[in-house]
């Protein structure tokens, strides 16, 4: 009956179809089907009309004929996933054990992801001399009013019977059943130009003035969009279709315009010799994985601009993936003066549409570059030489949505995929990085000075128990001010940081800097109003809330409490002739709110500039010579296993914004625990001496690298069903790891409320685990079995592998 099948992969938001689905070909579609093609299948009992892509296609199976349902039609024109991102999908479904939709979807741009939409339409027969029952007559009557989205009939007629009654209509010959135009197609724009085939004698003859005015335009014009056309010219857009029915005009639809070509390379910088030993080190090598491990300022873009410009040359493409959107905009103004139009971006504020072109500029190969955040590295390449991640320490390249994937490890997996290179580039790699490095895993390529001969900023670690001993109860100390003071004076610019996160939650003490911490876990414990309790939200233990600190015996214990919008209003009040501004997550609402600031900083029209984590993440300005960390003690106490790496890594990041251009800079780390490790390795820029005993601690107290932490977040509207489910499915999971409890390769908590336990009207659940390496993908087989294989009505399943999710 068939001469070959294929396997799809189902658009389909339930567990229980998370599974390959075959289906037979008919003789009409089998040269239009491929992987990486989108189908429409009829699909269950009730006959659903559900989209799949095609990963494989078959010329033997197992599975009779007659057993077997032909696909209805092939969507796509070309594949629109290929072959290498098939085997990535299966692949990031067993590693953060998600569903096969949920990894197709990375990689299809969501206006033409899969729901397309169906539209019905009558025949014109008389259905008078067809017999119909009742319920056929109906949708019959509803459907000869006018063509109809099949969505807009799910809603009105009950779903079991409405597939029957297509079906019945369709067997008939009374309705069609067609696919309207996708949303990709409505992006596209019109073009028109002066009819080849129409000679110049027709012009002017027998027109309309408006007819006149566009022929006389286009005369100049080779090709034009027809809205430029309409409002430039102020003429209808019948004038312009009453010219292409005469033939007088061609139309032609395009999905953008493309650019003039730009020289490109015309902003080379030249490389110093610890640059180039970089660069001929990573082309020069067959390993796949690079840590190019640079101090900041080092010129660790210029690397990345020379091994690409290279890959471009030999015709291959390349990735590079940056933090967050704030970066990006100062990256693309460096690539694209490198590069000129050949680059491609991508981040979260562009528009479905502009997302859809810069995919279609890479699906095409027009681009040599793409640049963006995490997302970007599912970009529909061809021939892909290099994925660079720079900035790879920083947790934004972690998943929040499903599938919570972690973008280091999809590029590394990539990488031996596409047979390229990834670069992992940072001043303070991770902890997990730096391991593989250690384990031959990852090539070490480092750059030990600063560009321009350009030294490190001098660093001083300022004591606020001492401030406040001093009468100073604000949280700019007496030296940040005096230097503020005297930057201002000479017209440089300042950078306040204070890491948001940390306003609430852990408890210190500001007279000694005593921190309660979890005596199991060795992360800081979370105050709950509720009871007067601290938690430590890894293995659950509780203590109440003291009034008095254990170790000084002072009153002065109370949780840690700031914000940038307070910190922005003293800063006024001190400096009121200088422009603040400020840079975090509140203040950037905009779509161009980054790059405004970054512009007004850059051209010297901000003074101080107060911010978050953002201001931590690239930014190159000469000007800028004092740095303020507001509070280190904010980023040590997170609740977090990796609270002493975030803190390392943002000191190191912060304090490397000051004295990058001529002028030295000088940095000022506040913090109520002086004496602490990890304020001191950062203040020394000592990286190698902080990740010796953070491995060692790691180590210790079974952390990652080490081992693998699991947590399975059971969420839902209903406060009484998150309890009871999570507390059910501990109980099912532990009666099945038994034996890797008793071997002591799975250590398996109960569950406990999530740190912020109703989101949204939502109530979370966690349940932790900690799993060996070796016994990793036994247990994620059965957790798919407890948690994947079948939907749980009013609760939702979010599983994260290795991150900090508390």
């Known amino acids: 009956m068939y001469n070959i099948c294929v396997q799809i992969i189902l658009n389909s938001n339930s567990k229980s179809t998370d599974q390959l689905y075959t289906y037979g070909v008919p003789a009409s579609l089998e040269e239009k089907v491929q992987e990486g093609k989108r189908v429409k299948v009829s699909f269950g009992k009730n006959k659903h009309l559900l989209d799949g892509l095609i990963v494989s296609v078959l010329t033997s199976w197992d599975i009779p004929d007659s057993r077997l349902k032909a696909i209805i039609d092939v969507i796509d024109e070309k594949p629109v996933v290929s072959r290498e991102m098939i085997r990535l999908a299966a692949w990031i479904r067993e590693r953060y054990l998600c569903k096969f939709s949920d990894a197709v979807r990375l990689m299809i741009p969501s206006v033409i992801k899969y729901e397309h939409s169906i539209t019905i339409s009558a025949r014109e027969e008389n259905f008078a001399e067809i017999s119909l029952n009742e319920k056929e007559k109906s949708l019959y009557e509803t459907i000869k009013c006018g063509q109809i989205e099949l969505e807009k009939l799910r809603k009105k007629y009950d779903g079991s019977d409405l597939y029957l009654l ?65 409002s430039e010219l102020d003429v209808s857009p019948a004038v312009i279709n009453n010219l292409i029915r005469k033939n007088i005009l061609s139309e032609e639809r395009v999905l953008y315009e493309r650019a003039e070509s730009e020289e490109q390379f015309h902003d080379m910088v030249p490389l110093n010799q610890e640059q180039t030993r970089a660069c001929e080190k990573i082309n020069g090598s067959e390993n796949r994985i690079f840590l190019l491990h640079g101090v900041t300022g080092s010129g660790k873009t210029e690397v990345y601009m020379s ?24 990256t693309i103004e460096r690539f694209r003066k ?21 995919w279609s500029k890479v ?35 972690i998943s929040g949505t499903a599938p919570k994937y972690d973008t280091i490890e999809v590029a590394i997996k990539m990488a031996y995929i596409f047979n390229c290179k990834v670069i992992l580039g940072s001043a303070t790699p991770s902890v997990s990085t730096y391991s593989m490095v250690l384990k031959n895993q990852v090539e070490l390529v480092e750059l030990k000075n600063r560009v321009k001969n350009a030294v490190m900023p001098e660093i001083k670690i300022i004591d606020m128990s001492a401030e406040l001993d001093k009468g100073n109860n604000t949280i700019i100390s007496e030296e940040l001010y005096e230097s503020m003071k005297m930057s201002l004076s000479r017209k440089e610019q300042i950078i306040l940081f204070l890491n948001k996160r940390g306003y609430s939650g852990f408890v210190s003490c500001k007279k000694c800097g005593y921190v309660e911490r979890c005596d199991r876990c060795d992360v800081s414990m979370t105050y709950h109003i509720k009871g007067n309790m601290l938690k430590c939200h890894y293995c659950g233990r509780t203590r109440r809330m003291t009034d008095v600190c254990p170790k000084c015996g002072s009153n002065k214990i109370e949780q840690f409490s700031a914000g940038t919008q307070q910190v922005e209003r003293l800063v006024k009040k001190l400096f009121p002739n200088a422009f603040t501004a400020r840079m975090d997550m509140d203040s950037m609402t905009g779509k161009d709110s980054y790059e405004n600031i970054y512009n007004d900083f850059k051209h010297g029209r901000i003074d101080i500039l107060i911010g978050t984590q953002m201001l931590a993440k690239g930014f190159d300005f000469p000007e800028v010579t004092t740095v303020g960390v507001l509070s280190a003690d904010a980023l040590l106490n997170l609740p977090f296993y990796n609270s002493s790496e975030r803190t390392f890594q943002l000191i190191t990041q912060v304090s490397g914004r000051a004295g990058r251009g001529e002028k030295s800079g000088k940095v000022f780390i506040q913090t109520y625990e002086p004496g602490n490790f990890i304020v001191n390795a950062a203040g020394n820029n000592n990286y190698e001496l902080f990740m010796k005993e953070e491995l060692r601690l790691r180590k210790e107290f079974a952390f990652p690298p080490f081992i693998n932490i699991i947590n399975i977040c059971v969420i839902s509207k209903y406060e009484d069903a998150a309890a009871r489910t999570a507390n059910e499915k501990y109980i099912e ?16 908590y109960r569950p406990i409320p999530h740190s912020i336990f109703k989101l949204n ?9 900690k799993v060996s390496n070796h016994s990793l993908q036994d247990l994620k087989n059965i957790l798919r079995v407890v948690y994947m294989e079948k939907d749980i009505e009013n609760i939702k399943i979010s599983i994260n592998i290795n991150t900090d999710t508390v």
């Open 363 to 397: 699906y095409n190969k027009e681009v040599d570059v793409i640049i963006g955040a995490r997302s970007a590295i599912f970009a529909p390449v061809k021939d892909l030489g290099a994925i660079i991640i720079d900035e790879e320490h920083e947790d934004s390249y």
């Open 307 to 330: 091994i690409i410009d290279s890959l471009s040359k030999a015709g291959k493409q390349s990735i590079v993936l940056v933090p967050e959107i704030s970066l990006t905009v100062q």
């Open 733 to 748: 999971l532990q009666s099945l790891v038994k034996e890797m409890i008793n071997e002591r390769s799975l250590l398996l």
């Open 166 to 230: 297509l079906d019945s209509l369709k067997d008939k010959n009374l309705i069609d059943i067609s696919q309207s135009e996708t949303a990709a197609k409505r992006s596209y724009e019109k073009l028109v130009s002066l009819s080849e085939s129409t000679g110049t004698e027709h012009f002017g003859i027998g027109g309309t003035k408006g007819q006149l005015k566009v022929i006389e335009y286009l005369k100049q014009n080779k090709k034009v969009n027809v809205k430029k056309l309409v």
């Open 761 to 769: 009207d939502e109530y979370r659940m966690n349940l932790f685990m």
């Open 338 to 358: 490198r590069f000129g139009n050949k680059i491609a971006v991508f981040h979260s504020r562009l528009s479905k549409k502009e997302k859809y072109i810069q």
